[in-house]
Nanobody, 123 residues
Framework: QVQLVESGGGLVQAGDSLRLSCAAS???DSWYYRAWFRQAPGKER?????????????YLADSMKGRFTISEDNTRNTWYLQIVRVVPEDTAIYYC????????????????WGQGTQVTVSS
């Protein structure tokens, strides 16, 4: 079992920066990918970014390049999503997740999910 807890969401203004955190506990070995997804109202959950098994291996959705950065701490049990110059379209629930399969962009490949943290961007 893996427990994931997100934090760092809230109400921000357009143009601000934001850092979300995901803390993992439990069975934290053997996973292939640690990731962030987001789900806006009325839309499907979409891939944002992921970290692979190899240190330094990161993946970003094409639409997220330029404003989103994924990183991790030295323990590799906490990872972050930095968003700069937020826009109202970033409003969504942001979820962290871990996968034991070798596909990082597909939400269906992820085995454990956090409860989500709400990010609301006002214009």
């Amino acid at each position: 079992q893996v427990q994931l807890v997100e934090s760092g969401g809230g109400l921000v203004q357009a143009g601000d920066s934001l850092r979300l955190s995901c803390a993992a506990s439990g069975r934290t070995d053997s996973w292939y990918y640690r990731a962030w997804f987001r789900q806006a109202p009325g839309k499907e959950r979409e891939f944002v970014a992921a970290i692979g098994q190899n240190v330094g291996s990161t993946y970003l959705a094409d639409s997220m390049k330029g404003r989103f950065t994924i990183s991790e701490d030295n323990t590799r049990n906490t990872w972050y999503l930095q968003i700069v110059r937020v826009v109202p379209e970033d409003t969504a629930i942001y979820y962290c997740a871990v996968s034991y399969s070798n596909t990082y962009w597909n939400a269906g490949s992820y085995n454990y999910w956090g409860q989500g943290t709400q990010v609301t961007v006002s214009s």
